[in-house]
């Protein structure tokens, strides 16, 4: 599943650790997620795109079985 | 009682709380080999203050000494959990063949331990929440009459 966590941080200037901390998760789990190795909880989905203000479907597509932004 | 604990330390205090318990129950044995607590308390101490250090570290390893996971380290965690029950409950049941085909004494570990992890899945299943799916909604009547596919 492709997400556009990556392209999101970075267009804000945030660090991995920075998002990491804003959301709550370890700066790993951030880069697992960016990397698509790891799918996030649907509570944690939501916080994520709501930190971006955008809507889950926006963040995450699941149409891309491609992983990575 | 975990709570009063801060987080770093709750895995070395348990840590450290098993390596007491260790060598005290060496000291009870009493004989010749009382040097084994001694031995057992130096090594305890040595990993308590391994652990607290890997604690405070930005790993995952670190996360999980520290006992402040995250959703992933806490999958993680419990996948390797679940890998170790597996090969324990396999392990005992190759060990309990044997020893039943060697016609040994040393059989009835193996049938305890193979006894808990078992009786400690179906707990499991219990505890968690296997069988709470309730009643679908198709099986009340009353919606049957109502719904507009029906009629």
Redesign the interface.
């Known amino acids: 599943m492709r997400n556009r966590i990556r392209e999101q941080r970075t267009q804000r200037g945030l660090s991995q650790a920075e998002l990491a901390g804003a959301l709550g998760v370890s700066r790993q789990t951030v880069i697992s997620i960016e990397s698509g190795r790891y799918l996030p909880s649907l509570p944690l989905a939501f916080t994520i795109a709501r930190f971006f203000d955008l809507t889950v479907d926006k963040m995450f597509d699941p149409d891309d079985e491609e992983a990575g932004a | 009682m975990m709570t009063f604990i801060s987080p770093r330390l709750r895995k070395p205090a348990i840590y450290a709380l098993a390596g007491v318990l260790f060598a005290a129950a060496w000291l009870v044995r009493g004989g010749n080999l009382w040097w084994v607590s001694i031995m057992a308390l130096i090594g305890t101490a040595v990993g308590v203050v391994r652990m607290y250090q890997l604690g405070g570290q930005?790993?995952?390893e670190g996360?999980r000494a520290g006992s402040r996971?995250?959703?992933?380290?806490q999958m993680i965690s419990l996948r390797s959990r679940a890998l170790a029950c597996n090969l324990t409950a396999i392990t005992s049941f190759i060990g309990l063949t044997v020893a039943i085909a060697l016609n040994a004494v040393w059989w009835w570990p193996f049938l305890v331990t193979l006894l808990i992890t078992g009786y400690g899945y179906l707990f499991g299943l219990s505890n968690y929440g296997v069988a709470e799916e309730g009643t679908p909604d198709d099986a009340d009547p009353e919606r049957q009459t109502r719904s507009p596919i029906g009629s």
């Open positions: 930005d790993t995952d996360a996971g995250d959703e992933r380290q």
